[in-house]
């Protein structure tokens, strides 16, 4: 659903702010974001190289670019 993707969104930020420590912390966030990386298209997503220039809402965000 649409939720799932603005979640995985904002944790992948918190993934990256908190140097992946939040996932040691809360195990459940691992697993969801495992599943959710591993979805077809997904996964194809991710590993593209230009997507992964744009972290954090795409080429528009302030942060990260």
Do not use: M, Q
């Not at 993707?5 to 908190?18: D, G, N, P, R, T």
């Not at 599943?35 to 590993?47: C, H, S, T």
Request: proline share 2%; hydrophobic share 40%; glycine share 4%.
């Amino acid at each position: 659903t649409y939720a799932d993707f603005y979640f995985a969104e904002v944790l992948e930020s918190a993934i990256h702010f908190s140097s992946g420590n939040i996932l040691e912390i809360y195990p459940n966030f691992k697993a969801y974001i495992e599943r959710f990386r591993a979805l077809e298209g997904v996964d194809g997503y991710i590993k593209n190289n230009e997507a992964n220039n744009y972290k954090f809402n795409n080429k528009v965000a302030k942060l990260n670019n």
